[in-house]
């Protein structure tokens, strides 16, 4: 019968960092954190004196202290900046709907209703018969362009008075376009951008005055320089 004998293990060896190697890694590693502490805190210090030299701490600023008076402004350049922000953004979506307005700085031709009604003195300080090639341009159009009684201003100073547009449509009863060059002389409140509300004898012009309503294509004659 054969003997087995026990398998020698060899002992391994374990390596140590001397102690003086040891304590030179953990000296320098040390010295490293100083000087980047020590760079450190002559910024925070300078930083500190000249805020201390522009509001010295033991004042007080409009009767608070320093750090409740620096808190409020920061607060109150927030506030302003938010404003700013806000006014800009106002403006640049009043520009956008402007330039979708039917205004004469628009070289569009435009589709809408056409009415008409009685006339008489208008927005823009003149009297009209209804005989008279006269439109009164939409509310929404009139007070975009320029100064308005309803906002305080001269209607009659409005840059539309008195400016030329040509409205045209077919008439399906004689086959043929008919059109008529209309004067602004008034502001309709109940006609929206695109539509136009003209004396009775313009109207008839364009169809018969029983239609009462009637669809319409229009474009300014000329360029006309607006607030918008």
């Known amino acids: 019968m054969a003997s087995t004998e026990p398998a020698h293990t060899i002992p391994r060896k374990e390596i140590q960092i001397p102690e003086w190697d040891d ?19 002559p910024a925070r210090v300078g930083l500190s004196s000249k805020l201390d030299s522009i509001l010295p701490p033991h ?4 009767g608070l202290s320093r750090k409740v008076f620096l808190i409020a402004l920061l607060a109150a350049i927030l506030a302003l900046l938010a404003l700013v922000i806000g006014l800009a953004a106002g403006l640049s979506a009043r520009s956008k709907h402007n330039q979708d307005l039917p205004l004469p700085s628009n070289a569009q031709t435009f589709t809408g209703d056409l009415t008409y009604y009685g006339t008489g003195l208008g927005a823009c300080g003149e009297t009209s018969g209804d005989s008279d090639d006269i439109v009164s341009i939409s509310h929404i159009v009139f007070d975009a362009a320029g100064s308005s009684s309803s906002q305080g201003g001269n209607s009659n100073n409005n840059p539309l008075c008195n400016q030329m547009l040509r409205a045209s449509r077919y008439d399906a009863d004689v086959g043929a376009e008919r059109s008529v060059d209309l004067k602004v002389v008034d502001r309709c409140t109940g ?14 012009k364009l169809a018969p ?19 918008s």
């Open 209 to 227: 005055s029983a239609s009462g309503r009637v669809d319409v294509t229009w474009a300014w004659l000329q360029p006309v320089s607006t607030s």
């Open 191 to 204: 006609c929206s951008p695109d539509d136009l509300d003209t004396s009775l004898g313009a109207f008839e």
């Open 59 to 62: 004042r007080r600023y409009l």
């Open 23 to 41: 304590a030179a890694v953990n000296k320098e590693t040390d010295a490293k954190d100083g000087n980047a502490q020590s760079a450190r805190a």
